[in-house]
T-cell receptor
């Protein structure tokens, strides 16, 4: 199992550009998440999905969009990039919380994004 | 308003000694608590968890203690090893967060050889 994979690893964007951060998991998890981590801060939830076709906002959704057409993929779209979106982005997945099995999340290696 | 607080940004411990990392939370509705470990340039990895129906959970060198009345949990690492040097995040979830996990800011642990 590859677990959770993210591409690209690094990206530099100019202000106003757009891009999509890719995330794929091969563990057949229903739940998937996007977080951002700013220096010295914890992870902030951007969007999450409880299954294909279902997404919902997290704590910091402004400036981002997501889609979930398959169980495996959960891309994050940045429209009109701004310097405030400079951060490290982590994708994660988990089994359905509250059901049998652990509630821990499995994280990808992250994408370091700089907007200048 | 931080619902999960890790008040120590960093901690330095000698190899072989005990490392104690602390975490406080504000909402008594949280019913599940997790610790994640993160190395530079990698994603966080799950370390250990505890349900609110317990006050202690042990896994090898790692023990998590939960004090519900104080809304406090701690992670003990005994004995500490240089490979334990990483950032440790406390996280909570439960009906208060609608199963959305809330992370603390992290504590950077340095284990000196």
């Amino acid at each position: 199992n590859a677990g959770v994979t993210q591409t690209p690893k690094f990206r530099i964007l100019k202000i106003g550009q757009s891009m999509t951060l890719q995330c794929t998991q091969d563990m057949n998890h229903n739940y998937m998440y996007w977080y951002r981590q700013d220096p010295g801060m914890g992870l902030k939830l951007i969007y999450y999905s409880v299954g294909a076709g279902i997404t919902d906002k997290g704590e910091v959704p402004n400036g981002y969009n997501v889609s979930r057409s398959t169980t495996e993929d959960f891309p994050l779209r940045l429209e009109l990039a701004a310097p405030s979106q400079t951060s490290v982005y982590f994708c994660a997945s988990s089994y359905t919380p509250g059901l049998a099995g652990g509630r821990e999340q499995y994280f990808g290696p992250g994408t370091r994004l700089t907007v200048t | 308003d931080q619902q999960v607080k890790q008040n120590s940004p960093s901690l330095s411990v000698q190899e072989g000694r005990i490392s104690i990392l602390n975490c406080d939370y504000t909402n008594s509705m949280f019913d599940y608590f997790l610790w994640y470990k993160k190395y530079p340039a990698e994603g966080p990895t799950f370390l250990i968890s505890i349900s609110s129906i317990k006050d202690k959970n042990e896994d090898g060198r790692f023990t998590v203690f939960l004090n519900k009345s104080a809304k406090h949990l701690s992670l003990h690492i005994v004995p500490s090893q240089p490979g334990d040097s990483a950032v440790y995040f406390c996280a909570t979830e439960g009906t208060a967060g609608g199963f959305k996990t809330i992370f603390g800011a992290g504590t950077r642990l340095f284990v000196k050889a």
